[in-house]
T-cell receptor, first 109, second 114 residues
């Protein structure tokens, strides 16, 4: 049973389109992270959200933490082929970490 | 600062054998965690070491073990390998002062069991 559910599992879009990835849980986390992983490499940390309702922006990426600190979303504006990869959300509960199953994004030129 | 390094990057073993994987964390990081990543199960937490002590453990059988040395380098051992152990094994380190979930991953070791 996955503690963190991500949707959609797969997303294939054209360059320039917008998209949103969701990360949902029934558990409350002290913080939530988003990572991006490219084939053959380890995940790379993108952002940490801590406060309920928090919104963080990283260039064309916007991250939001739900008010109840149970869910999060990642919105990408004007996607580019370089955004292609596996996006993972992770929740921290003290010193235990739980990862979502990931969203595989493919941005076609 | 050099990132997390893992050796070897690729490994092929036969069922029943044992294997040891190595991880060197970012300089100054004392926490090292290990994960197993498979297409079916995703990223699953194996264990975490901090200052040479296992601090947390996931739900894996006792065939999976680890240790950490005084220089924070860590090794993971899998004994009596099974076909289902084929996976990407990832090591992550984090600073003591950082937030719990902010981890820095190595490139992984791709283990294939035949």
């Amino acid at each position: 049973t996955q503690l963190l559910e991500q949707s959609p599992q797969f997303l294939s879009i054209q360059e320039g389109e917008n998209l949103t990835v969701y990360c949902n849980s029934s558990s409350v986390f002290s913080s939530l992270q988003w990572y991006r992983q490219e084939p053959g490499e380890g995940p790379v940390l993108l952002v940490t959200v801590v406060t309920g309702g928090e919104v963080k922006k990283l260039k064309r990426l916007t991250f939001q933490f739900g008010d109840a600190r149970k869910d999060s979303s990642l919105h990408i504006t004007a996607a580019q082929p370089g955004d292609t990869g596996l996006y993972l959300c992770a929740g921290a509960d003290f010193n235990k970490f739980y990862f979502g199953s990931g969203t595989k994004l493919n941005v076609k030129p | 600062k050099a990132g997390v390094t893992q050796t070897p990057r690729y490994l092929i073993k036969t069922r029943g054998q044992q294997v040891t994987l190595s991880c060197s964390p970012i300089s100054g990081h004392r926490s090292v965690s290990w994960y197993q990543q498979t297409p079916g199960q995703g990223l699953q937490f194996l264990f975490e070491y901090f200052s040479e002590t296992q601090r947390n453990k996931g739900n894996f059988p006792g065939r999976f073990s680890g240790r950490q040395f005084s220089n924070s380098r860590s090794e993971m051992n899998v004994s009596t390998l099974e076909l289902g152990d084929s996976a990407l094994y990832l090591c992550a380190s984090r600073p003591t002062s950082g937030r719990a979930g902010e981890q820095y991953f190595g490139p992984g070791t791709r283990l294939t069991v035949t």
